[in-house]
């Protein structure tokens, strides 16, 4: 026996443990144009592709642009730093905890079919959450699009895998998926600093029609169907049991940061806890499980649904706060903070296309912890220039924190299709995406909340302001400035926004030494976890 790590995923899907199903060679059931061997991949799959691309560019886009809209949508709703938190992180999780279920039901009733059905109701509820009279409704509309969501997503990066058979074609392919959403993410900003130059921040939800659009007229003549000939029954226990560990999760973390120590957070944290665990140990008993937990013991698989989580993670963390610092610490206005992170997009988009030519010389494991380190790079320049953030350092860091999430995520996506049969494609891709959407939950909610954390218990607010302005201004950056336009002494205005300033970027150092320990760890982690042996 000898150890390496230098595999296709062939080689992976070999070494992984026993599993259900035809082997990788054996499309599953597809019809339309689905192609009919490896080597036949013409203009029509390729077309197909870039239709794929839209929902991916869409998804991504409105994770990081809304991030660019909390200010606006700070001053205009008046939320809570908590409320603030739950309209960025009711859509990611809600998705998360649909993304499994839906990727099992497209297998069932067709890929092709469910992406459809999901872009048509997100594009109609992003329209209504445009118009959002209240933060309540806005968190309502985005839970809604979280439901529509869960169908889009694990159907794309499924249909991919029924598309192209071809291993190199297929990692070229996931290459230009994951260069989408680097792309996407880092055009958010610079897509949303237009619309908020000009209009309100709701236009930022009604760019989904037009992204959307074609898609829904073209996609039922150049995207071939696909499905699983075989499939389960779907189990809605697990389903619930899901959607019942994350909700309480989350909020217990975000209650413990608002409020600190306090039973209803300690009791929700539990709760999540408990029924994850009952989760857990329903997949194990049941025939047909949500999440095939024996897909983890294959150890690249789990390495790369680890290395998709943390990357996400960072990258939407960092898009978090770093916004806000841009706008309302530099002072610069959206557009001008979304024009800085475009060298961040460009070498995002590149470094999703380089990763998959440098694992024809390198192995996954390296690459993919080449990428963990370099975003773990990123926000430790932001702790060494803590003491003068200013506008250069955050474009450098951003660069650098992107080419790491754009690697690790493509060959992280890559490796996990290539290691279970084609027939469990919409399974694996469920839990490919849901790894994703849980870091973008927890990258905000964890990172969001420590930061939010860090800003009350060092912002100082002055005596003068009324019981609203007053807890505003205690609790969000965006409440602060727009306390001290209420205040009519100029010099205790001043003094109100620097305090506020200094408060949050105490909270941007903490929470980038939080992000960089994590990314250490689990690199050391995959590094371990993803040696895997195999006969001489």
Do not use: C
């Given at each position: 026996?000898?150890?390496?790590?230098?595999?296709?995923?062939?080689?992976?899907?070999?070494?992984?443990?026993?599993?259900?199903?035809?082997?990788d060679s054996t499309p599953d059931s597809?019809?339309?144009?689905?192609?009919?061997?490896?080597?036949?991949?013409?203009?029509?799959?390729?077309?197909?592709?870039?239709?794929?691309?839209?929902?991916?560019?869409?998804?991504?886009?409105?994770?990081?642009?809304?991030?660019?809209?909390?200010?606006?949508?700070?001053?205009?709703?008046?939320?809570?730093?908590?409320?603030?938190?739950?309209?960025?992180?009711?859509?990611?999780?809600?998705?998360?905890?649909?993304?499994?279920?839906?990727?099992?039901?497209?297998?069932?009733?067709?890929?092709?079919?469910?992406?459809?059905?999901?872009?048509?109701?997100?594009?109609?509820?992003?329209?209504?959450?445009a118009f959002a009279p209240t933060a309540?409704?806005?968190?309502?509309?985005?839970?809604?699009?979280?439901?529509?969501?869960?169908?889009?997503?694990?159907?794309?990066?499924?249909?991919?895998?029924?598309?192209?058979?071809?291993?190199?074609?297929?990692?070229?392919?996931?290459?230009?998926?994951?260069?989408?959403?680097?792309?996407?993410?880092?055009?958010?900003?610079?897509?949303?600093?237009?619309?908020?130059?000009?209009?309100?921040?709701?236009?930022?939800?009604?760019?989904?029609?037009?992204?959307?659009?074609?898609?829904?007229?073209?996609?039922?003549?150049?995207?071939?169907?696909?499905?699983?000939?075989?499939?389960?029954?779907?189990?809605?226990?697990?389903?619930?049991?899901?959607?019942?560990?994350?909700?309480?999760?989350?909020?217990?973390?975000?209650?413990?940061?608002?409020?600190?120590?306090?039973?209803?957070?300690?009791?929700?944290?539990?709760?999540?806890?408990?029924?994850?665990?009952?989760?857990?140990?329903?997949?194990?008993?049941?025939?047909?499980?949500?999440?095939?937990?024996?897909?983890?013991?294959?150890?690249?698989?789990?390495?790369?649904?680890?290395?998709?989580?943390?990357?996400?993670?960072?990258?939407?963390?960092?898009?978090?706060?770093?916004?806000?610092?841009?706008?309302?610490?530099?002072?610069?206005?959206?557009?001008?903070?979304?024009?800085?992170?475009?060298?961040?997009?460009?070498?995002?988009?590149?470094?999703?296309?380089?990763?998959?030519?440098?694992?024809?010389?390198?192995?996954?494991?390296?690459?993919?912890?080449?990428?963990?380190?370099?975003?773990?790079?990123?926000?430790?320049?932001?702790?060494?220039?803590?003491?003068?953030?200013?506008?250069?350092?955050?474009?450098?860091?951003?660069?650098?924190?992107?080419?790491?999430?754009?690697?690790?995520?493509?060959?992280?996506?890559?490796?996990?299709?290539?290691?279970?049969?084609?027939?469990?494609?919409?399974?694996?891709?469920?839990?490919?995406?849901?790894?994703?959407?849980?870091?973008?939950?927890?990258?905000?909610?964890?990172?969001?909340?420590?930061?939010?954390?860090?800003?009350?218990?060092?912002?100082?607010?002055?005596?003068?302001?009324?019981?609203?302005?007053?807890?505003?201004?205690?609790?969000?950056?965006?409440?602060?400035?727009?306390?001290?336009?209420?205040?009519?002494?100029?010099?205790?205005?001043?003094?109100?926004?620097?305090?506020?300033?200094?408060?949050?970027?105490?909270?941007?150092?903490?929470?980038?030494?939080?992000?960089?320990?994590?990314?250490?760890?689990?690199?050391?982690?995959?590094?371990?976890?993803?040696?895997?042996?195999?006969?001489?």
């Amino acid at each position: 026996m000898r150890t390496t790590d230098h595999q296709s995923p062939s080689e992976i899907r070999q070494s992984a443990t026993p599993k259900t199903g035809t082997p990788d060679s054996t499309p599953d059931s597809t019809v339309n144009a689905a192609p009919t061997s490896a080597g036949r991949i013409g203009g029509r799959q390729w077309f197909a592709l870039i239709l794929l691309m839209l929902p991916v560019l869409l998804v991504s886009v409105d994770n990081t642009v809304l991030s660019f809209a909390l200010p606006a949508i700070s001053r205009d709703l008046g939320p809570s730093s908590t409320t603030l938190l739950w309209i960025v992180d009711i859509y990611p999780l809600v998705l998360a905890g649909l993304l499994v279920a839906s990727g099992v039901f497209g297998d069932r009733v067709g890929r092709r079919k469910l992406l459809l059905i999901g872009a048509t109701g997100f594009a109609v509820v992003s329209a209504a959450a445009a118009f959002a009279p209240t933060a309540e409704y806005l968190i309502l509309a985005r839970g809604v699009m979280g439901f529509f969501g869960a169908m889009i997503m694990p159907s794309t990066l499924s249909l991919l895998r029924s598309i192209f058979l071809d291993p190199r074609q297929r990692t070229f392919a996931i290459a230009i998926w994951a260069g989408g959403f680097a792309a996407g993410s880092s055009l958010g900003p610079i897509v949303g600093g237009l619309l908020l130059q000009h209009y309100s921040w709701g236009s930022v939800f009604l760019i989904a029609v037009p992204i959307l659009l074609p898609l829904v007229i073209l996609g039922p003549f150049f995207i071939p169907e696909s499905r699983d000939p075989n499939p389960g029954r779907i189990d809605v226990p697990s389903i619930i049991l899901s959607l019942a560990a994350l909700a309480p999760f989350v909020y217990g973390i975000k209650s413990l940061a608002h409020d600190g120590i306090n039973p209803i957070g300690i009791a929700t944290l539990v709760a999540g806890v408990a029924f994850a665990v009952v989760f857990v140990r329903r997949q194990r008993r049941i025939s047909n499980p949500l999440l095939d937990l024996t897909l983890f013991s294959n150890a690249p698989f789990a390495g790369s649904v680890l290395a998709n989580f943390l990357s996400v993670f960072s990258l939407v963390g960092f898009l978090f706060f770093i916004s806000q610092h841009l706008q309302l610490v530099l002072g610069l206005d959206p557009l001008q903070s979304g024009l800085l992170l475009v060298p961040g997009a460009v070498v995002g988009v590149g470094a999703g296309l380089l990763s998959a030519a440098l694992i024809r010389r390198y192995s996954r494991r390296r690459v993919i912890i080449t990428g963990i380190l370099s975003s773990a790079a990123g926000f430790g320049m932001v702790i060494v220039m803590s003491h003068d953030l200013n506008a250069a350092v955050v474009t450098a860091a951003f660069v650098i924190l992107s080419f790491g999430a754009a690697t690790a995520e493509t060959i992280s996506n890559d490796t996990i299709l290539g290691s279970v049969p084609a027939e469990r494609a919409g399974a694996a891709s469920g839990i490919s995406e849901t790894a994703y959407e849980l870091g973008a939950v927890l990258g905000t909610a964890v990172l969001g909340a420590i930061l939010s954390a860090f800003y009350r218990a060092n912002v100082v607010v002055p005596s003068g302001l009324g019981a609203t302005a007053s807890t505003a201004a205690g609790e969000t950056l965006g409440g602060a400035i727009s306390a001290a336009e209420t205040l009519p002494d100029a010099s205790a205005a001043a003094g109100l926004i620097d305090s506020a300033r200094a408060a949050f970027d105490s909270g941007v150092s903490a929470t980038s030494i939080i992000a960089v320990v994590l990314m250490v760890t689990a690199a050391a982690v995959i590094h371990r976890s993803m040696r895997v042996r195999n006969p001489t």
